[in-house]
Structures are given as structure tokens and as C-alpha cells.
């Protein structure tokens, strides 16, 4: 007897080729202005954690993802404190205008004191000097997180805190979600390092240095959500997760941190849904990665850990359009940062190894330490893997050689800054990360032949922990010499 032809609903399987081509720069392009103009429609300009920028955004998500009819969407709800707004009112150094950043959940505050220059890096109680007591305490940046000090500088009765940077310019940072153990925060402000030296040298030098600082912030108990979307069909018990974080910092909208990964897995999920699978995948999208990874950490924490045992590998996305971008890799083997992934890890990298060789582009390795929100999973032994462009680091000579670009200036010059909008992405690079993610969904969601089982008893690894990372959130080293094609 004949085969009888099927007609119908059928959808063809899955193929790296289809799925790729589905991924084009004029619909990335489109979905990275949507999150800018969600940020742009509030006088914030912002698409962080609790604002209207980053509602608008996740309720736009569910909404794209139901109306492909192909995916069991939820929105996970979580609560967190959140700074929901917060302005420099006036910043006045011996009385004329100065230039600084508001550090995320500052406190507010308005005085005028004189700046009282704290020991070392103001990581201790010790460092801070009696006189810095109802006076605003002058603190570097590095070595501890920029909430120890400012909560270190309370305690010592200081009225407000201003931290400077360890390098060259300014930069923008957070105290991290209160409450602090150690304390309460004061009115906390960044400046650039030519200033906050300038400041040192003259107080030590007999001058004195008086400051107003007028910071109003609005932190208040928030409510949350990530945005799940898990396909109807497919194996359930072999199931491929990936994710991208909803959440901008409080200095802009966002859009290639990580407006561009979000952007990135939606196009694929929206493409995935023309085809036949084999194996189940569900988009994750984490809102409060930028306060240290509180969506995925969320998520993984209330797996069931049967679900958690049916997820064969996890894949983040955080900053693929970078404009000085290079190409790199999780280093999930450990060959390049000694830092490995659980068993799988290492297949995903060599994965997307391959898919930048067969793409005739160079690729580099960047270290697999727990600050986005793969740590979560590698945290609970799932293999993990991903591709990033970069972010402030600067880029090396040897990788101007590999990606082109301009050495000494950041891989992304607009990181966690004002201008990280649609202007801000290399749309080549969109594209050719967005074909990435599309390859390995095709791939995964087709077969896991030739990847390790899950090891389900694995011991919990040992990373980084996520709230000791608010500081140096995506300033990830990368091996210095990058592999050539
Ligand atoms: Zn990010």
C-alpha cells in the first residue's frame, strides 16, 4: 500500500540552514528599537529593574511569545528591592559645578562638607578616620564591593561618600540591592580618576575641599518577572534552555546589555516556531540580571529538580552586538581560564567553535566565571555556554588584528552608559550572533547525539557567587592572544 501523503498542519523539521536564514538584521534592528523606544517613552530613559521601560518590555515579550501559539508562556513572578528613579540633584565642589555619576541605590541625601580622604581602599572600619564623621568621605575604587564602602563610610557617620575611579575616566556602577549587612548606605557618588586624585593631592597637600552633594533616589520593594517560554512539543526530557536578561542599568536603556540578547533568543523563538522539533527548548528572559542575577537565580532555585534534571545544556546571551566587538566564546573546556563547566560545557564552546570557523570569522575565548546568569546553572551542574562581543574592557592590538577595530578603546564604549541604544550596535555582529544562536537551537533541539548525559549527582561547583560580583558584572578577561581562523 501507498504511503499516504500527509497534508495539513505538519511543520518541517528544524534545519541550522532554515533557521539561520529565518535571522535577519532588519528584524533584530526592529526588536532593539522597540526595547529603546520602551525606554525612551519615560522621562528615565531606562529600561532598569522595577521601571516602566522594563515592564513595558516584559509584558511586550509575553505578548510575542503567546501569539506564536507554539510555546507554554508564564511569567514567574519574583520581589526584589529596586531603585525605581534617582537624579544628581546638585553637585558643587568648592562651590562650582562638578561632574559624577549616581552609584545605583545610593541613598539620598543633601549636605555641604568638607571631603575627608579615607586609608587604603576603604574596604575596612579601620580605614575610615574619625573626621570623616558628618563630612563626606573621599574613597578609591577597587579591591571590595562599591556597597561596603559606602555602607562602611555610614557607619562611620559619614553624611555622603564619593568614589573614584582606579583607571582613567569615569564610570558608572551599583551599592547593589539593599539591605547590606554591614550597614546602611549614604548619598553615593562616582568620579573620574584624574578628579578624585586631584581631590587627594590637594587635601593632603593642606588645601580644603568642600562639596555639596544633593542626591534624591526612590528605591522602593518591587515586583518582578521572568518571562518563560517552553515549546509545546519536543522531548521534555531533553530539553535545551537559553536565555538573555530584560533589566538595563539605571544609566540607560540598555540595548546592547543586553537589549541585544533578548532581541537575539526572541528571533529565534519567534523563527523555531515554523518547524518540527525533537527536543523541548525553553527561553528564559531574566529581569534583574544587572542586581546580581536575581531572575535566573530565582529560576533555579525553584526547579523542581526533576525539571532541572531534564535540561540538558543552558545557553546565555548577554551583549552580542558590541561595537569594538570580538567574537568570544565561554571557555567551557577551562583551556583558556582554567575555569571549566560541568560535562557538556566544553562540547557547547567547541559547538560554537565551529560555527564561527565554518562562518570564515576568528574567535576568541572568555573566561566562564559566574557573572552573568549561566552561573545559576552552573551552579547546579547544568553544561553551559554562550557567545559575548564585550563590554568596557579595552581591546587588545592582537584582537584589532583578529576582529578589526580600534585597540585601547573599550569593546563596547557606551557599557552601562546613556548611549547604549540602537546607535550603539554593530548590526553585522547582531546578525552573526543571531545566526549563532539560531545554529545551536536547530542543532539541540534536533539531537543531543555525540553530547554527555546529564550527571545529575555532580557536586555543586564552586563559582564566583553572584552578590560579589555588582562591581566587575561583565568584566570578563579573555585570554590575550584570540585563536585565529
Ligand atoms: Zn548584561
Given at each position: 500500500?501507498?504511503?499516504?501523503?500527509?497534508?495539513?498542519?505538519?511543520?518541517?523539521?528544524?534545519?541550522?540552514?532554515?533557521?539561520q536564514?529565518?535571522?535577519t538584521?532588519?528584524?533584530?534592528?526592529?526588536?532593539?528599537?522597540?526595547?529603546?523606544?520602551?525606554?525612551?517613552?519615560?522621562?528615565?530613559?531606562?529600561?532598569?529593574?522595577?521601571?516602566?521601560?522594563?515592564?513595558?518590555?516584559?509584558?511586550?515579550?509575553?505578548?510575542?511569545?503567546?501569539?506564536?501559539?507554539?510555546?507554554?508562556?508564564?511569567?514567574q513572578?519574583?520581589?526584589?528591592?529596586?531603585?525605581?528613579?534617582?537624579?544628581?540633584?546638585?553637585?558643587?565642589?568648592?562651590?562650582?559645578?562638578?561632574?559624577?555619576?549616581?552609584?545605583?541605590?545610593?541613598?539620598?541625601?543633601?549636605?555641604?562638607?568638607?571631603?575627608?580622604v579615607?586609608?587604603?581602599?576603604?574596604?575596612?572600619?579601620?580605614?575610615?578616620?574619625?573626621?570623616?564623621?558628618?563630612?563626606?568621605?573621599?574613597?578609591?575604587?577597587?579591591?571590595?564591593?562599591?556597597?561596603?564602602?559606602?555602607?562602611?563610610?555610614?557607619?562611620?557617620g559619614?553624611?555622603?561618600?564619593?568614589?573614584?575611579?582606579?583607571?582613567?575616566?569615569?564610570?558608572?556602577?551599583?551599592?547593589?540591592?539593599?539591605?547590606?549587612?554591614?550597614?546602611?548606605?549614604?548619598?553615593?557618588?562616582?568620579?573620574?580618576?584624574?578628579?578624585?586624585?586631584?581631590?587627594?593631592?590637594?587635601?593632603?597637600?593642606?588645601?580644603?575641599?568642600?562639596?555639596?552633594?544633593?542626591?534624591?533616589?526612590?528605591?522602593?520593594?518591587?515586583?518582578?518577572?521572568?518571562?518563560?517560554a517552553?515549546?509545546?512539543?519536543?522531548d521534555?526530557?531533553?530539553?535545551?534552555?537559553?536565555?538573555?536578561?530584560?533589566?538595563?542599568?539605571?544609566?540607560?536603556?540598555?540595548?546592547?546589555?543586553?537589549?541585544?540578547?533578548?532581541?537575539?533568543?526572541?528571533?529565534?523563538?519567534?523563527?523555531?516556531?515554523?518547524?518540527?522539533?525533537?527536543?523541548?527548548v525553553?527561553?528564559?528572559?531574566?529581569?534583574?540580571?544587572?542586581?546580581?542575577?536575581?531572575?535566573?537565580?530565582?529560576?533555579?532555585?525553584?526547579?523542581?529538580?526533576n525539571?532541572?534534571?531534564?535540561?540538558?545544556?543552558?545557553l546565555?546571551?548577554?551583549?552580542?552586538?558590541?561595537p569594538?566587538?570580538?567574537?568570544?566564546?565561554?571557555?567551557?573546556?577551562?583551556?583558556?581560564?582554567?575555569?571549566?563547566?560541568?560535562?557538556?560545557?566544553?562540547?557547547?564552546?567547541?559547538?560554537?567553535?565551529?560555527?564561527?570557523?565554518?562562518?570564515?570569522?576568528?574567535?576568541?575565548?572568555?573566561?566562564?566565571?559566574?557573572?552573568?546568569?549561566?552561573?545559576?546553572?552552573?551552579?547546579?551542574?547544568?553544561?553551559?555556554?554562550?557567545?559575548?562581543?564585550?563590554?568596557?574592557?579595552?581591546?587588545?592590538?592582537?584582537?584589532a588584528?583578529?576582529?578589526?577595530?580600534?585597540?585601547?578603546?573599550?569593546?563596547?564604549?557606551?557599557?552601562?552608559?546613556?548611549?547604549?541604544?540602537?546607535?550603539?550596535?554593530?548590526l553585522?555582529?547582531?546578525?552573526?550572533?543571531?545566526?549563532?544562536?539560531?545554529?545551536?537551537?536547530?542543532?539541540?533541539s534536533?539531537?543531543?547525539?555525540?553530547?554527555?548525559?546529564?550527571?545529575?549527582?555532580?557536586?555543586?561547583?564552586?563559582?564566583?557567587?553572584?552578590r560579589?560580583?555588582?562591581?566587575?558584572?561583565?568584566?570578563?578577561?579573555?585570554?590575550?592572544?584570540?585563536?585565529?581562523?
Open positions: 500500500m501507498l504511503a499516504r501523503r500527509q497534508y495539513g498542519s505538519q511543520k518541517p523539521l528544524v534545519t541550522s540552514e532554515a533557521l536564514a529565518d535571522i538584521q532588519e528584524n533584530l534592528l526592529a526588536g532593539a528599537q522597540q526595547l529603546e523606544d520602551f525606554a525612551y517613552a519615560y522621562e528615565g530613559r531606562t529600561r532598569i529593574i522595577g521601571s516602566p521601560g522594563h515592564n513595558d518590555t516584559i509584558y511586550w515579550l509575553k505578548d510575542e511569545l503567546e501569539a506564536l501559539d507554539y510555546y507554554d508562556v508564564s511569567l513572578n519574583f520581589f526584589t528591592v529596586a531603585m525605581i528613579s534617582g537624579q544628581i540633584n546638585t553637585f558643587l565642589v568648592n562651590g562650582v559645578n562638578a561632574s559624577g555619576g549616581l552609584l545605583e541605590y545610593s541613598a539620598s541625601g543633601n549636605v555641604t562638607a568638607p571631603l575627608v579615607v586609608a587604603n581602599l576603604g574596604c575596612n572600619a579601620t580605614d575610615y578616620p574619625a573626621a570623616v564623621s558628618g563630612n563626606i568621605a573621599l574613597i578609591s575604587r577597587g579591591s571590595c564591593e562599591f556597597g561596603l564602602k559606602s555602607a562602611l563610610a555610614g557607619n562611620a559619614a553624611a555622603a561618600a564619593i568614589i573614584y575611579n582606579n583607571a582613567p575616566g569615569g564610570f558608572n556602577g551599583t551599592l547593589g540591592a539593599p539591605p547590606r549587612p554591614e550597614g546602611d548606605y549614604v548619598a553615593s557618588i562616582s568620579v573620574s580618576q584624574e578628579v578624585g586624585t586631584g581631590y587627594v593631592e590637594s587635601i593632603t597637600g593642606g588645601a580644603n575641599i568642600t562639596a555639596t552633594i544633593d542626591v534624591l533616589t526612590d528605591i522602593q520593594n518591587t515586583s518582578t518577572y521572568n518571562v518563560l517552553t515549546t509545546k512539543g519536543g521534555q526530557n531533553n530539553k535545551l534552555a537559553l536565555g538573555a536578561h530584560t533589566d538595563s542599568v539605571l544609566a540607560g536603556p540598555g540595548i546592547n546589555d543586553d537589549g541585544s540578547g533578548t532581541v537575539g533568543i526572541l528571533e529565534v523563538a519567534k523563527a523555531l516556531s515554523k518547524y518540527e522539533i525533537n527536543n523541548a525553553t527561553f528564559g528572559f531574566w529581569a534583574g540580571e544587572e542586581e546580581g542575577l536575581l531572575g535566573s537565580t530565582y529560576y533555579v532555585a525553584n526547579l523542581p529538580a525539571e532541572s534534571a531534564q535540561i540538558r545544556g543552558y546565555n546571551f548577554d551583549m552580542i552586538a558590541s569594538n566587538y570580538v567574537h568570544a566564546i565561554y571557555d567551557g573546556d577551562g583551556s583558556a581560564f582554567n575555569i571549566s563547566g560541568p560535562p557538556g560545557s566544553a562540547e557547547i564552546e567547541a559547538f560554537f567553535e565551529n560555527y564561527f570557523t565554518s562562518a570564515g570569522q576568528n574567535f576568541t575565548a572568555t573566561a566562564f566565571d559566574g557573572r552573568s546568569d549561566y552561573g545559576p546553572f552552573l551552579e547546579v551542574g547544568i553544561p553551559s555556554g554562550g557567545t559575548f562581543t564585550g563590554a568596557e574592557e579595552l581591546k587588545t592590538e592582537e584582537e588584528v583578529a576582529f578589526g577595530g580600534e585597540a585601547g578603546i573599550a569593546l563596547d564604549p557606551c557599557y552601562h552608559s546613556a548611549c547604549d541604544n540602537v546607535t550603539n550596535l554593530d553585522g555582529t547582531f546578525e552573526l550572533h543571531g545566526k549563532a544562536i539560531a545554529a545551536a537551537v536547530a542543532t539541540y534536533t539531537s543531543w547525539e555525540g553530547f554527555p548525559a546529564r550527571n545529575t549527582t555532580v557536586l555543586r561547583r564552586s563559582v564566583v557567587k553572584a560579589k560580583t555588582h562591581q566587575a558584572r561583565h568584566h570578563r578577561s579573555r585570554r590575550s592572544l584570540p585563536l585565529l581562523k
